[in-house]
């Protein structure tokens, strides 16, 4: 199993752009969350996804906007991109019944 | 609203020595803690949860509502304990995560 997977690794964008971040969660599990981690700090709470319907959100601007697929993979996108966007994101899944989070090792975003 | 507080970024201990990696929180009700743990160029996992008491790679961590704490001890540190930490807390079992700002661990040999 290759656990949460996310793509790409990387990205650079320019401000004012948009940009999409994918995951697919481990194999099982159907809840998928979103986490923004800036330099130096913990993960902050986006969204989280469930049957396809957003069932959280954290304190993120509308800017910030997400889906969940059929067979549970996950999109994040983010308009208008502002330089404070620049951060690495990770996304996290689980399952009804499991405590705790297998999380991915996340996309790496610079915006410049 | 939910806090948690790790009052280190950085803990240096030598090999052998215990270690307390200090976690407070802020919840109105009853909450799920957690400590993840990112180990160099890993992905964060995680370690071990309160409602489990279990003990994992020889850390543990209790619960202590009094105090509002969920400390995480190892009676003597290896040098593959080196890594971040962080404390984190959930209002049920798959709800958000909030986490502290973690602590960097150093063991040296």
């Known amino acids: 199993d290759a656990g949460v997977t996310q793509s790409p690794t990387h990205l650079i964008k320019t401000r004012g752009q948009q940009v999409t971040l994918r995951c697919s969660p481990k194999s099982g599990h159907d809840t998928v969350s979103w986490y923004q981690q800036a330099l130096g700090q913990g993960p902050q709470f986006i969204f989280q996804?469930?049957?396809?319907?957003?069932?959280q959100r954290g304190n993120f601007p509308d800017r910030f906007s997400g889906h969940q697929f059929p067979n549970y993979s996950s999109e994040l996108n983010v308009n208008a991109l502002l330089l404070g966007d620049s951060a690495l994101y990770l996304c996290?899944?689980?399952?009804?019944?499991?405590?705790?989070?297998?999380f991915g090792s996340g996309t790496r975003l610079t915006v410049v | 609203a939910q806090r948690v507080t790790q009052p280190e970024k950085l803990l240096s201990v030598f090999k052998g020595a215990p270690v307390e990696l200090k976690c407070n929180y802020s919840?109105?009700?009853?909450?799920?803690l957690f400590w993840y743990v990112q180990y160099s160029r890993q992905r964060l996992q995680l370690l071990l949860r309160?409602?489990s008491r279990e003990s994992i790679k020889g850390f543990t961590a209790d619960l202590n509502k009094g105090e509002t704490s969920f400390h995480l001890k190892k009676p003597f540190a290896q040098e593959e304990d080196s890594a971040m930490y962080y404390c984190a807390l959930s209002g049920t079992s798959y709800g958000k995560l909030t986490f502290g700002q973690g602590t960097i661990l150093t063991v040296h040999p």
């Open positions: 309160h409602i």
């Open positions: 996804y469930y049957e396809e319907e957003e069932r």
């Open positions: 919840y109105s009700g009853s909450p799920e």
């Open positions: 996290a899944s689980t399952e009804a019944g499991e405590i705790g989070y297998t």
